[in-house]
């Protein structure tokens, strides 16, 4: 892809992009008093903000593009992360959980659990979620950087830094309600920057059944545009069920229907949805109950129809791609200039009478697999016609046999856009990227401040201790010095100073992704142990009064242990022990990565449940039923909605939602 | 918290959407519209995003009217 240069107009719609998103955090700016305005906006925001807040923090641009990536490698079954997997437990969320997480008057998920259990189980969710959510937000970073570069020709430190300097400005100035209004601009332009070109593509296709014909080719040979060794059933990438309910084998992904709905479907995605800080920050936000609990209703709308603009990007990628005319390919990885030059050295020296040796000789050059067939024409074609440098690298960039998915998205931008509607394609790329950014450093510094610094001064620096008092007529006299807290100032202060140090540990955490691509993929493994078992913690800490501390604390543990072991002890097909699984020793072989992650979350889940359940039975409560009103569901006087429209009541709207999806999927069948 | 965020916007919006039928209707001949099939999107996407963004307004102006700010 050669890099695009931007017109006037691009780069003024790129400038009053920032204005206004600066403007907003400048007039917010007035409105941070406390500590409690900056770190949680103190529960004053309408729903219909909170609601697309909520989805634009999870739309970061990792998403956005790892969504596009999924449609093109397993077609539209990708679609179950939000059918069968979002959907349901944002619905879950609203109804039942949100009570607790705002009646509780909790400041954050953590606290919750510190409520509810003891300052360990809160403390292990805090430090993991203060970790991840900086790794994940300097991940991004690193993604967004190397895709502009690739676009833009932009180097990579000034997309890094003139993106998070102005994201640290309106969070410094105005908080969480400064994260949170721009995350819904940042929505509305996600979906209007994204919508023409996904509106572009599938025109270009020749519309909905000429995509569903060429993916049906593409099924049955994928190897043809290196997607899979393996060939499947012509509805393959475009059925979300069939091909599922068929068995790993018959599925791009891989996965069994018991993997899928109860890993991905209720570990994961409850996982996520329902415990992620994230996301749930948003919804603590809102300046009600009723808006807390109808918060993640309103996200599920637009969460529903979102694969029509995140997944069919993917799909439309592969469809082009089997159409010579239209003169695309998936974009093969990153390959230097020096390489691409070698490459084009091995061409030229090659002799088609050993046409094996000069193939490899190309392979070699570029580091990559490639299309025998497509090399072995180039070599003899110079040989015969000899080509300039430029029309054989040109080629060879065809030639590359492996895929770059991530940069789908950007090629597609590249491929449909004239300038003005570049710059709001490249604008919602940039949005993506900042509401995600925004959403990791604003929940990260209320997690600091709130869940380790002043829980840390409470229970550990500052705790009441004994202490002997002097009396001035030299008696003495034993006290307890009690714990005084430091002003709100204080932590108002800490939390806008941990909002640049944050950011600053993020730049780091990107430019270290950067030269370590396998440290990337190790954090992201080790997030996926911690995330997996969290959910059995908060459910049975929200639906079990006889959950206890130790139980909570351990059975946490416990399944942080299972999703490290069964990773251990378990590989996907095709692998090599070590980073994948497998270092112990392989006791199953799994279908596919896919497969391996959804297997680890059930265990994890069970482990976690087990454990806690167990350990719990065997050890003693330490809080009275009273002091657990309000924090389980048996001892918690239910919410009252018969006072509402019977549409807008959460568990109405909620089962309004499922019904819709249940129609999604069986229209997609 | 005393901004309504449908000002933002719709004042954003409607500033893309004026900005890019004005340059789609200045390069309507450009053969840069071969990149999006031959239709001049910026015209055509420019008309979406000012509608788009001139309800927007209209939504903060009701709004403004229902709860006028304090004297």
Redesign the interface.
């Known amino acids: 892809m050669q890099p695009i240069h931007l017109a006037w107009?691009d780069y003024?719609?790129l400038l009053?992009?920032v204005v206004?998103i600066l403007?907003?955090g400048w007039?917010?700016a007035r409105?941070m008093k406390s500590s409690g305005d900056f770190l949680t906006?103190s529960r004053?925001?309408p729903t219909w903000?909170t609601g697309l807040a909520f989805i634009a923090a999870n739309l970061g641009a990792l998403e956005l593009v790892g969504m596009a990536a999924c449609g093109a490698q397993y077609g539209i079954a990708t679609a179950h992360f939000y059918w069968v997997g979002a959907i349901p437990a944002m619905v879950f969320l609203a109804v039942f959980m949100m009570p607790f997480y705002y009646g509780s008057k909790a400041r954050s998920a953590p606290e919750y659990l510190k409520m509810r259990f003891d300052e360990r189980v809160r403390w292990v969710n805090a430090f993991a979620f203060a970790v991840m959510t900086l790794a994940t937000s300097g991940i991004s970073m690193n993604v967004l950087a190397i895709l502009l570069h690739l676009l833009l020709g932009w180097k990579y430190s000034w997309s890094l830094w003139i993106c998070s300097v102005v994201v640290v400005v309106y969070i410094f100035k105005g908080g969480l309600?400064s994260a949170i209004?721009t995350e819904?601009?940042q929505f509305?332009l996600i979906v209007?920057g994204f919508a023409?070109v996904v509106w572009?593509g599938l025109?270009?296709v020749g519309g909905w059944g000429a995509l569903k014909s060429r993916l049906a080719g593409v099924a049955q040979h994928p190897a043809a545009l290196a997607l899979s060794e393996k060939t499947f059933r012509p509805d393959a990438w475009t059925s979300a069920w069939k091909p599922l309910l068929a068995g790993p084998a018959h599925n791009p992904m891989g996965v069994d229907v018991f993997a899928m709905v109860f890993g991905l479907g209720f570990v994961l995605s409850f996982g996520y949805w329902c415990t992620n800080y994230l996301v749930v920050q948003r919804a603590m936000a809102a300046k009600n109950m009723t808006a807390a609990r109808n918060t993640p209703l309103v996200a599920a709308i637009p969460k529903m129809l979102f694969p029509a603009i995140v997944i069919l990007p993917g799909l439309i990628a592969v469809a082009l791609a089997t159409l010579p005319s239209k003169d695309y390919r998936i974009p093969p990885p990153i390959i230097s200039d020096a390489s691409y030059a070698k490459a084009v050295d091995a061409v030229q020296s090659a002799n088609p009478a050993h046409m094996d040796a000069g193939i490899q000789a190309v392979s070699d050059a570029l580091g990559a697999k490639v299309y025998q067939d497509k090399v072995s024409t180039l070599i003899s074609a110079n040989a015969q016609h000899p080509e300039t440098k430029e029309q054989i690298k040109t080629a060879l960039y065809g030639s590359v046999a492996e895929n770059d998915y991530d940069a789908i998205i950007p090629s597609l931008v590249a491929?449909?856009?004239?300038?003005?509607?570049l710059a709001?394609a490249l604008l919602a790329l940039f949005a993506s990227f900042m509401s995600g950014m925004a959403g990791n450093i604003t929940a990260f510094n209320t997690i600091w401040t709130y869940d380790l610094y002043q829980s840390f001064r409470r229970n550990v620096l500052d705790r009441p201790r004994a202490a002997t008092l002097i009396r001035p007529d030299g008696g003495t006299e034993d006290i307890t010095v009690a714990y005084k807290d430091l002003s709100d100032t204080h932590y108002l202060w800490m939390g806008k100073g941990v909002t640049i140090a944050g950011t600053l540990l993020s730049i780091g955490c990107a430019y270290y992704f950067s030269h370590y691509n396998n440290a990337m993929n190790a954090l992201q493994l080790v997030f996926a142990f911690v995330n997996a078992p969290i959910f059995a913690t908060y459910f049975l800490g929200m639906f079990w009064k006889r959950t206890t501390g130790t139980g909570a604390f351990l059975g946490l543990i416990g399944g942080i242990l299972t999703s490290v072991f069964f990773h251990a002890l378990t590989l996907a097909q095709g692998d090599l022990p070590g980073i994948k699984g497998g270092y112990i020793h392989v006791v199953k072989v799994l279908p596919s990565e896919m497969a391996q992650n959804f297997w680890m979350a059930i265990f994890a889940f069970t482990g976690c449940f087990i454990l806690t359940v167990a350990i719990s039975l065997a050890t003693a409560r330490t809080k009275t039923d009273e002091e657990l009103k309000g924090l389980v569901y048996s001892l918690t006087p239910k919410i009252k909605d018969h006072e509402k429209h019977f549409f807008l009541r959460p568990a109405v709207l909620g089962t309004i939602l499922i019904i819709a999806c249940v129609i999604l999927n069986i229209i997609f069948w | 918290?005393?901004?309504d965020?449908r000002w933002?916007?719709g004042?954003?919006?409607t500033?893309?959407g004026a900005?890019?039928i004005i340059?789609?209707a200045a390069?309507n001949s450009?053969p840069?519209?071969e990149?999006?099939?031959g239709?001049n999107?910026?015209l055509?996407?420019?008309g979406?995003?000012l509608v788009?963004g001139v309800l927007m307004l209209f939504g903060a102006m009701r709004g403004s009217k229902k709860h006028p700010p304090p004297a």
């Open positions: 107009v003024s719609i009053a992009y206004f403007g907003i007039a917010l409105y906006s004053s925001i903000v309600t209004y819904v601009l509305f209007l023409p572009l025109q270009d491929k449909f856009c004239p300038h003005g509607l709001l | 918290m005393g901004l965020l933002p916007i004042l954003m919006f500033f893309f900005l890019l340059y789609g390069t450009s840069m519209y990149l999006s099939l239709k999107i910026n055509i996407w420019g979406v995003l788009f």
